[in-house]
């Protein structure tokens, strides 16, 4: 067996164990998570990373938020749909983009 093969047996192996998780960029990382229920009933979608800021929606347990790449402090930058829209058809184009605190999303990934 030549050593580049088993090489990449190897990473196969190590791979499918879960012992070493692949290179992932930022650009190709996506993670869905949902909006915790709160004793308010909802959270507060806002327009910049800051409690005082514009509420651009009020999202409610069981929506969705996707993580994008920015972040502020305990603030993380998401695009929003309601719970399941982002699976009907053409939902996944229908989404707010705004600001929330972290402990509000249930962080998935």
Not at 22 to 37: I, L, R
Request: with cysteine.
């Amino acid at each position: 067996m030549s050593s580049n093969l088993t090489t990449r047996l190897t990473v196969v192996v190590l791979l499918a164990t879960g012992l070493v998780a692949p290179a992932v960029s930022p650009a190709q990382a996506t993670a869905f998570c949902e909006v915790v229920d709160t004793p308010d009933g909802f959270v507060a979608l806002r327009e910049a990373p800051d409690a005082d800021a514009a509420i651009v929606e009020r999202m409610h347990a069981g929506d969705e938020v996707m993580l994008l790449p920015e972040k502020t402090g305990t603030w993380v930058h998401v695009r929003f749909w309601r719970a399941g829209e982002r699976l009907q058809d053409g939902g996944f184009e229908r989404y707010r983009v705004g600001w929330v605190n972290e402990r509000l999303i249930d962080l998935c990934g």
